[in-house]
């Protein structure tokens, strides 16, 4: 199974996997996964929590789009956030970041701040929802985490160049010497409402895949074949 092999380069510009619906964003736009649609799963991998790390969803997209009909052994979401993807913004169209909108014990209806990419001072506030699980697309996921009951769960943001595994796993530890990146216990902020936090409360193991802010192209080039591997469960034969 590790030597799976790749859709042709020919056939690899269209997304042929059937997409499944489990929600819709608060502007409308469908809330989609592929792959497995009953639990449990073993990885669920996601990308694009925060709208603005589009890297993340093109990356997962490339490796899904050369994975073989009946080869997709996890579920995929290649936007958490599509309506901040369509807007350009962090957040998703209520101004609220979604990565502080979970209904974990240390949710905050204080304003989260962040950074611009690539600048070093937390400025900018973002709304953390009217209260604790208010938005439609922390639902409709915080839903489907608990119909697919993933062993571990994979997200993608962007562009902090680390992966970021608070119980120092095997899966975080081959991710980090497959991808050349530091694994490290925590971002080095406080996180309060964060998905990560939730998933910690429920008992899910949680690894946060902070792409490095390299150009696209190498981004591609680096990250795809090891995503290629986690969506495709041949990563077992490497990580034991
Ligand atoms: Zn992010």
Redesign the pocket.
Known sequence: MSNLVQVPRSEKGLLRHPAHRYGTSERGVALEFFGPDAGPVDLLVMAS??GD?CDSTVALSEALRVVPNGALANPVILSVNPDGILRGT?CNANGVDL?RNWPASNWSPEPVRYKDHGKTVQDIELSTGASAGSEAETQHLLALVERLRPRAIVSL??PLGCIDDPDDSALGRWIAAETDLPLVPDVGYATPGSFGSWCAEKGIPIITW?LPADPLPAVIDSHAPVLFKLITGTYIDEVG
């Open positions: 929590m925060h790390e962090r990565n943001h962007a902070e």
